[in-house]
């Protein structure tokens, strides 16, 4: 048998369906910021990582070049830390790119 919705109880019903509505894609939508925020934190420390890697073989391969004795003028690690050499008169880095 049909039964008869008063206005109110349809009233209701569609305030709490635009709601819910209305809460889950704002659910949505704030899953889908932090899943993209989750992604690029992920890729900066993926870069972060491989920079470290990257200065560990460094310094690895300048460990093995120094046997301790000698000057600092001639010392392998400390040419390292200060930089490259100039490759053209502009070009005046602070830090070696590797380190």
Not at 30 to 46: A, H, V
Request: glycine content about 6%.
């Amino acid at each position: 048998a049909f039964m008869a919705v008063s206005p109110f109880l349809w009233l209701v019903a569609a305030a709490v369906s635009h709601f819910t509505f209305r809460f889950v894609d704002s659910f949505a939508s704030f899953l889908y910021t932090l899943s993209s925020r989750t992604g690029r934190k992920i890729q900066d420390i993926s870069l972060r990582i491989r920079d470290l890697l990257r200065m560990k073989e460094t310094l690895q391969e300048i460990a093995g070049q120094c046997d301790g004795h000698g000057g600092t003028a001639e010392c392998p690690i400390l040419h390292a830390l200060e930089g490259p050499v100039s490759c053209h008169p502009n070009h005046n880095p602070k830090r070696s790119k590797n380190l």
